[in-house]
């Protein structure tokens, strides 16, 4: 379904992921284009560029888990499309375990309901690599056993297996999407945030750099816009409907090593770095296989560029100063 002259929503579409989501999707020219997000993390700066590019961008302040209010909003739009991306965080699920699970549960039922209820015709559910908790072999396929670590974990899981099951109860039309580690700009800059920007903020600080662990965990980080890219050609393609779908760089770094590689770009080879303890549920390794998604969409395996590691610690300085 190509989403030319589609009415489409984004939820957590003013988020890290969400407005790069909502910049690519612009770019096939849709009909409308919806972001709803209750801005727990997302902000209105993220959707600057969308609102300059697109200005009949409509942006609800609402909780994807409302199953009454996005039953509203999708009706109202008449929206066909849905690219749900809206979740509670990693970090939140080690403070709020219950709460987290309840409405991650929540917006993923909600937006099967919809579907199955014909309110909507095709959904793109966003999954996540801490699904399948630490690598059992590498590179990690979509059939790699799913063990999480953390409550948040476990929720994307239960999500994963909700839309899958009314993928084969009822035949609504959807696909599951699992990126593994984003970096790039408008990342968190907050209490959630990820290793690139606590570097930078450190840095900048005069602080030392804090490492979980002895920090030979290794993730595999892929940049932002090709996951937004990688969203856009999934949805248009048909023969992913019903499939669970791995995006990668299909290469692993440890965060010791990334952590090195961004003290050189800031100029500071020799900055002191303390390594603390694990942090609760912590996965050791990941390394995304992404042969099926080249299979399905010709997608191609990138590990970090040098020039997307410039331009993103670029993005934080300017942002922290």
């Not at 056993?145 to 035949?171: C, E, H, M, N």
């Not at 990126?179 to 209490?191: E, H, M």
Request: glycine share 8%; net charge negative.
């Amino acid at each position: 379904m190509l989403l030319r002259g589609k009415n489409i929503m984004i939820t957590g579409g003013a988020g890290f992921i969400g407005s790069h989501l909502v910049d690519r999707v612009i770019q096939e020219n849709p009909g409308k284009v919806v972001v709803a997000d209750n801005f727990f993390l997302g902000t209105e700066e993220n959707l600057q560029s969308a609102k300059k590019n697109f200005p009949n961008l409509k942006v609800y302040r609402m909780d994807a888990s409302d199953f009454n209010a996005m039953h509203t909003v999708v009706t109202d739009e008449n929206i066909e499309i849905v690219f749900n991306l809206a979740v509670i965080p990693l970090p939140t699920s080690l403070k709020f375990p219950a709460w987290t699970i309840r409405i991650n549960n929540e917006i993923a039922l909600t937006f099967c309901e919809l579907a199955r209820m014909g309110a909507i015709k095709k959904l793109i559910h966003c999954s996540s690599s801490e699904a399948y908790g630490s690598a059992q072999y590498v590179p990690m396929d979509e059939k790699h056993p799913k063990i999480p670590f953390t409550p948040y974990a476990a929720s994307k899981v239960a999500q994963d297996t909700l839309v899958g099951s009314y993928i084969r109860t009822f035949g609504i039309d959807a696909v599951i999407v699992r990126p593994f580690n984003n970096f790039g700009p408008r990342q968190n800059l907050g209490s959630y945030a990820g290793i690139i920007p606590i570097v930078v903020r450190k840095v900048l600080s005069g602080e030392p750099i804090e490492i979980f662990g002895d920090g030979e965990q290794t993730r595999d980080f892929i940049f932002v816009r090709n996951t937004a890219d990688s969203f856009v050609r999934i949805s248009e393609a048909e023969n992913t409907r019903g499939h669970e779908i791995n995006i990668a760089s299909g290469n692993e770094i440890s965060i010791n090593e990334l952590v090195n590689r961004l003290i050189h770009i800031m100029h500071v080879p020799n900055y002191p770095i303390l390594h603390t303890d694990p942090r609760p549920g912590d996965v050791l390794r990941h390394c995304g296989d992404v042969s099926f998604a080249h299979e399905l969409i010709g997608y191609n395996a990138s590990p970090i560029l040098d020039e997307q590691l410039d331009e993103t610690v670029a993005w934080y300085i300017g942002k922290m100063k």
